[in-house]
């Protein structure tokens, strides 16, 4: 079956702290792969989408990255607020309409 | 533009009551998508809509049954609610064309509990 797994599934840190979330896939082949947001009670908030043909794809703080051929993006956020505290998950789309796979995401606290 | 919408937010049942889960987008979307969301599980698919008039079965499509009403409209009906289908279920919609080929929009999702 294709995973796709985020290492790990909680992390704290304080605020201003660049950090890295990880997203791991156990097939290379990837249509693309997009990063989303979960705040408590809500739904899934669309934050980059990177398409098998890029590299990076840039939003403000944001930065995500994808290495296809070691199956991983990372999800990079630079001087981190508390108002970045929430779930974050990748969905990673192998083609076709039901082919996008989720990881259970990480859950992000940033500590004033 | 509203995006995707959906209609109830909180639902409680009885099992072996029926109920129909309303989802909407104005965004002219061909596709669409029910994902149900579990502790510990992810999301899962449960069924999709390729194109108005089309629908087909995801990872979980056992319970349930869709209608796809037009272009902007996609319902999951839940006949015998059982209490296995307490969960969060999220509607989704896709982009065709464009830049961000591919990307999915969602709604702020149905909360149900069956009892």
């Known amino acids: 079956k294709q995973e796709v797994t985020q290492i790990p599934a909680a992390l704290s840190v304080p605020e201003g702290e660049n950090l890295v979330l990880n997203c791991s896939f156990t097939?290379?082949?990837?249509?693309?792969l997009q990063w989303f947001r979960q705040d408590p009670g809500k739904g899934l908030t669309s934050l980059l989408l990177?398409?098998?043909?890029?590299r990076e794809q840039t939003s403000g703080r944001l930065n995500a990255s994808l290495d296809k051929s070691s199956g991983r993006s990372t999800l990079y956020i630079a001087a981190s607020q508390p108002g970045d505290s929430a779930t974050y998950l990748c969905?990673?789309?192998?083609?076709?309409?039901?082919?996008?796979?989720f990881g259970t995401g990480t859950k992000l606290q940033v500590i004033p | 533009n509203a995006g995707v919408t959906q209609t109830p937010k909180f639902q409680v049942l009885k099992t072996g009551q029926s109920m129909t889960l309303q989802c909407a987008q104005d965004?002219?979307?061909?596709?669409m998508y029910w994902y149900r969301q579990d502790p510990g599980m992810g999301l899962r698919l449960i069924y999709y809509?390729?194109?108005?008039?089309?629908?087909d079965k995801g990872e979980v499509p056992n319970g349930y049954n869709v209608s796809r009403l037009n272009k902007r409209e996609f319902s999951l009906r839940l006949e015998s609610a059982a209490p296995s289908q307490t969960s969060v279920y999220f509607c989704?919609?896709?982009?065709?064309?464009?830049?961000?080929?591919?990307?999915?929009?969602f709604g702020p999702g149905t909360r149900l509990t069956v009892t």
């Open positions: 989704a919609s896709r982009t065709a064309s464009g830049r961000n080929l591919y990307e999915q929009y």
């Open positions: 097939d290379s082949a990837i249509y693309n």
């Open positions: 990177i398409q098998s043909s890029q």
């Open positions: 969905a990673r789309n192998s083609g076709g309409y039901q082919k996008v796979t």
């Open positions: 965004m002219n979307h061909n596709s």
């Open positions: 809509s390729a194109s108005e008039g089309t629908t």
